[in-house]
Structure formats: structure tokens, C-alpha cells
């Protein structure tokens, strides 16, 4: 396993995992079959994102050292970690863990919003210290709210 800054070639497998798991664990929430299903496409997605002149420098991914695979990435925004996603087939296998360890330790990331209804990723949140600090806010275009958690 190697943990390194994504690279142009990473945009499309990056960009696979985030549709896959957005439709896995948010279409059951929002149920948005327009959204889920039509928007949120792999290519529009990889496009979008190698245009933004900093994705490169904050975003990293977890690779497979044996058969060279992005199986998950991180992206950060100063102390916050504003993404942290894993391959769906792959999870509960300790990637997210590693990647939020990383987080934490090598881009200083200290705190994090989740999806109040997306449980899982909260519980998997409080398992690695980060825990609500009681802040709340909408999720922008939506009616559901997202969590502030911090580290502790």
C-alpha cells in the first residue's frame, strides 16, 4: 500500500469510485434517480476535476502496490478533510482508516462535515476519533444536514 498525490492518470478511477459509492450510499438517501444516475457521471466528473488548477495538490490516493490500483483518496482543504472515499468492494478492509490516518497526520486535517443520515460513515468517523461537535448546517441544493465532527 502507498499513500501518494493524485496524478492526471488517476483522474478516471478516482472519478469511478466517487459515482459508484455516491449511488451505493446517497441515492438510497436522496433518491435522485436523475441526479444518481444521470448527472453524476464518470467522464463529466474526471473532466471537471483535472480542471481545477488545485485538485492535484490536494487531493492523494490509497494505491495497491501489487497490481498498481487506486483503491481510494482523500481530499483536503487547509485542516479540513473534505473527501474520503474507498472502493466499494474494498471497504471495511482498513483503506479508510489509513486514509483518514494519513489525513490527519501528514495534512494535519483536524475536522470534517458528514451527511447526518449517511451512518456508517459517521460511525466509521467516531471509531477514528473524530466526534460531533454539535454543529449542524443544511447541505447546499438539498434538505438533509450535514455534521461537523473534530478530531479529539
Same mark, same amino acid.
Not at 455516491?22 to 483535472?50: C, H, K, T
Not at 466509521?124 to 476519533?129: A, D, L
Given at each position: 500500500?502507498?499513500?501518494?498525490? /493524485? @496524478? *492526471? =492518470?488517476?483522474?478516471?478511477?478516482? /472519478?469511478?469510485?466517487v459515482v459508484f459509492? @455516491?449511488? +451505493? @450510499?446517497?441515492? *438510497? ?5 436523475? !441526479?444518481?444516475? =444521470?448527472?453524476?457521471?464518470?467522464? *463529466?466528473? /474526471?473532466?471537471?476535476? =483535472?480542471?481545477? *488548477? ?5 487531493? !492523494? ?27 466499494? &468492494? ?6 479508510? /482508516? ?7 497526520? @501528514? &495534512?494535519? &486535517? ?11 460513515? +459517521? ?5 477514528? =476519533? ?23
Amino acid at each position: 500500500m502507498s499513500i501518494r498525490p /493524485a @496524478n *492526471p =492518470g488517476d483522474l478516471s478511477r478516482i /472519478a469511478e469510485i466517487v459515482v459508484f459509492n @455516491n449511488r +451505493l @450510499n446517497f441515492f *438510497p438517501i436522496f433518491g435522485d434517480p436523475g !441526479y444518481s444516475f =444521470g448527472e453524476m457521471q464518470v467522464l *463529466p466528473l /474526471a473532466e471537471s476535476w =483535472g480542471s481545477e *488548477p488545485d485538485f492535484f495538490s490536494t487531493t !492523494y490516493v490509497y494505491e495497491d502496490d501489487v497490481h498498481g490500483i487506486v483503491l481510494g483518496f482523500i481530499r483536503v482543504h487547509g485542516d479540513e478533510l473534505v473527501k474520503l472515499y474507498v472502493e466499494p &468492494c474494498y471497504q471495511s478492509k482498513g483503506i479508510g /482508516a489509513q486514509l483518514l490516518t494519513y489525513a490527519a497526520e @501528514n &495534512c494535519k &486535517c483536524s475536522h470534517l462535515w458528514a451527511l447526518e443520515k449517511n451512518t456508517r460513515a +459517521l460511525d466509521f468517523y467516531r471509531r477514528h =476519533g473524530f466526534l460531533p461537535t454539535g454543529e449542524k448546517i443544511f447541505e447546499e441544493g438539498t434538505t438533509e444536514y450535514l455534521v461537523h465532527l473534530a478530531r479529539q
